[in-house]
């Protein structure tokens, strides 16, 4: 079989970044540029600073990719790119860069669901195995979805409300903690004990989340500290709300596992990160047998290296668009 040399384009959030993997598993060059230091100074990310940026940035991450892998347009089979869901003015820079490489070079354009890219992201690692469930706990999403084979997504349960990295973002900046607040909160829940008695989210025989009530606690907990004067231990604050994250987490995770007679996990998204959920993971899945993926930290945020993976798939499933793909800031997996 011909090698599947895929340059993947990736700019739905605050990461312009291009990649190009070959046969879905072997990175071959990546360039992130990230806007995050930018984005800090105002607290979260700015769209309409992102895509301006987006725009000033795209040209030259695709050179600097092609030139890291010594590469030339023509080598590359296929271009993959994010098409959505995220932020719309971002997400287009991606979609017309792309588009206009397909068209000018005469290559197949791959639309890639950016959670697609993010459960990729673990084929990077080592080769997925089907049946699995995947937990995909990002920014924007926390969900348990059942795939029987390569693309085929079954949503088994989602977040009703706040996704868990919006969650600890939300949490971070009540509490302080600079942008972006999820690996801080991460990091400082070590240094601290479970003191506070913050409440356990949506614990029901659903698989959907609901972190908005914890949230809510975390911010009344602090203003009610503050009203009265006292000083907020932040270690101990990030560890009672990290614990009750990942109670619920695994909790769940485990039960779709039994449920579905699965014994392959794989994990997705910026919070695969969280070494909290990654340990925690790791003990549960060694006592019940199962086999366990995380992406490597590199690939766990925004990243196209991932897009390019899940693209290598959707182009061998013939999965192409024309050159007038849109962006959508929302779309369902599939
Ligand atoms: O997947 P991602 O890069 O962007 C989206 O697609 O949303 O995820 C970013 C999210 C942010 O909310 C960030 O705070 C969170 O992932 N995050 C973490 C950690 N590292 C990144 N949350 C908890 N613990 C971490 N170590
Ligand atoms: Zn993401």
């Given amino acids: 079989m011909n090698d599947v040399w895929i340059l993947g384009i990736e700019s739905s959030c605050d990461e312009t970044s291009v990649s190009i993997v070959k046969n879905g598993n072997e990175e071959i060059a990546t360039v992130v540029l990230s806007q995050m230091d930018t984005h800090a100074n105002y607290g979260g990310v700015v769209p309409e600073i992102a895509s301006r940026m987006h725009v000033e940035n795209i040209t030259l991450v695709i050179e600097e990719c092609l030139k890291k892998a010594s590469m030339k347009m023509e080598d590359i089979t296929a271009i993959a790119v994010t098409y959505g869901p995220g932020l719309i003015g971002s997400l287009l820079v991606g979609v017309t860069s792309a588009t206009t490489l397909a068209y000018l070079y005469q290559k197949p354009l791959i639309p890639v669901h950016h959670i697609a890219g993010h459960i990729y992201a673990n084929n990077l690692e080592q080769p997925m195995q089907f049946p699995l469930i995947a937990l995909v706990v990002s920014g924007g999403h926390t969900d348990l979805i059942y795939m029987k084979d390569n693309y085929s997504f079954e949503k088994i349960g989602?977040?009703?409300?706040?996704?868990?990295?919006?969650?600890?973002?939300?949490?971070?900046?009540?509490?302080?903690?600079?942008?972006?607040?999820?690996?801080?909160?991460?990091?400082?829940?070590?240094?601290?004990?479970?003191?506070?008695?913050l409440p356990t989210p949506l614990d029901d025989t659903s698989y959907n989340f609901s972190f908005s009530g914890l949230k809510s606690a975390v911010i009344n907990l602090v203003h009610n500290e503050k009203q009265r004067g006292n000083t907020i231990n932040e270690a101990d604050l990030a560890c009672s709300f990290q614990t009750r994250v990942v109670d619920i987490l695994t909790k769940k995770t485990l039960r779709a596992l039994k449920q579905y007679h699965v014994n392959n996990l794989i994990v997705a998204g910026g919070v695969a990160a969280n070494s909290g959920l990654r340990n925690r993971l790791k003990t549960l899945c060694e006592e019940n047998q199962i086999h366990l993926s995380f992406p490597s930290l590199k690939y766990c945020t925004d990243n196209a290296a991932m897009i390019a993976a899940a693209g290598y798939f959707a182009y061998n499933l013939g999965r192409k668009s024309g050159y007038d793909l849109k962006a959508k800031a929302t779309d369902v997996l599939h």
């Fill in 158 to 197: 989602g977040t009703l409300d706040d996704a868990v990295g919006e969650a600890y973002d939300k949490v971070a900046r009540v509490a302080s903690i600079p942008y972006p607040g999820g690996p801080l909160v991460d990091k400082l829940s070590y240094e601290g004990e479970d003191a506070y008695s």
